[in-house]
Each structure stands twice: as C-alpha cells, then as structure tokens.
C-alpha cells in the first residue's frame, strides 16, 4: 500500500478513534461499583481489562501510523463503492429484530433478523436470494437461536422475551 500522507492522517485517525473508544470504555467501567466479587475480581473487572486492551491497540496503532503507516496492509478487495441494496436488507433485519423482540419472541425475531441479514449478504455476494433459498435460512436462523434462547434462559437464567407464557418460544 502506498504510504501517503493522506492514508497516514486517516490511519492516525482511526487510531484515534481505538482510543477514544477506550477512554469511553474506561469511563463506563469507572462508573461500575468495585465490589469485591469471587475471588477479589469484581464486576467491573472485564470492563476493564477492555478498555486496557483496546488502549493499548490504540497506542499500538497510533505508533505505527506515525512510523510510516500501517505495515503489510493488503489493498481493499470488493467492488468501488458500497452495496446499498444489501446493506437495506441488513439494516432491516436489525431493525426487524429490534421492534419485534418484545412481541414475536427472541427466537422468531432473530430468525427473522438472520434471514434478513443473510440475503442482504448473499445480494452482495450475487448469490441466489429465490424464496426456499430465504426459508432455508430462515430455519437455520431457528436453530441457531432455539438453542441460543435455551442457554440463556435455562442455563444462565437470563430473560429474554418468548412468544408464549411456557417459557421455551
């Protein structure tokens, strides 16, 4: 990749950007009661460690980019210019999801968003997008997120909105 001042001033900002998103980060977890949880690590721990690993990214990436650029960078594969025909079926599917959650149940909705999601990709890839192709992967979203659902409200015994009262869809 050619090194120009141009790609070093962005390659700076996006350095930049990993560590204003640290500092965001390290806000947040500053706002975390440090309680003392098992074994000495409390909740704000992770965050934390986050923050203190995307920092150091940052740095990393700050250096570099002011060393010259980013080292062994490949030129960007993919078409000029941005797909925006699928980028509308991902967007919709996270919006689907967002609205629906609450009255569709987690499993129908982030199937619905999988399925969505899944075609706006296969539209950019110029794969096939027919109607079985898109009820395939509607049901690969069901079993990805039945046994997603499963786990987290059994196992770690978190709600998440169900389409009946049983608990289970």
């Known amino acids: 990749m050619q090194n120009s001042s141009r790609s070093t001033t962005l390659q700076t900002l996006?350095?930049?950007?990993?560590?204003?998103?640290?500092g965001v980060l390290a806000w947040g977890a500053a706002q975390i009661p440090s309680a003392a949880g098992y074994s000495g690590v409390g909740p704000a721990f992770l965050p934390w460690l986050v923050a203190g690993v995307l920092a150091l990214c940052g740095v990393l990436l700050?250096?570099?980019?002011r060393?010259?650029?980013?080292?062994?960078?490949?030129?960007?594969?993919?078409?000029?210019?941005?797909?925006?025909?699928?980028?509308?079926?991902?967007?919709?599917g996270l919006l689907l999801n967002?609205?629906?959650?609450e009255h569709a149940g987690f499993i129908a909705s982030c199937a619905l968003c999988y399925a969505l999601a899944v075609r706006g990709l296969r539209l950019a890839e110029g794969q096939s997008t027919s109607l079985?192709?898109?009820?395939?992967?509607?049901?690969?979203?069901v079993v990805i997120a039945a046994p997603v659902y499963w786990?987290?409200?059994?196992v770690l015994a978190v709600n998440?909105?169900?389409?009946?009262?049983?608990?289970w869809f």
Do not use: C, K, N, Y
């Open 151 to 154: 786990l987290f409200t059994q």
């Open 132 to 141: 079985p192709r898109m009820g395939q992967d509607l049901l690969t979203g």
């Open 98 to 101: 967002a609205t629906l959650i």
């Open 14 to 22: 996006i350095a930049l950007g990993a560590l204003g998103v640290a």
């Open 62 to 65: 700050l250096q570099q980019a």
């Open 160 to 167: 998440l909105p169900g389409l009946t009262s049983t608990g």
């Open 67 to 92: 060393r010259g650029g980013f080292h062994d960078v490949e030129p960007p594969s993919g078409a000029d210019r941005g797909d925006w025909r699928s980028f509308a079926w991902l967007a919709a």
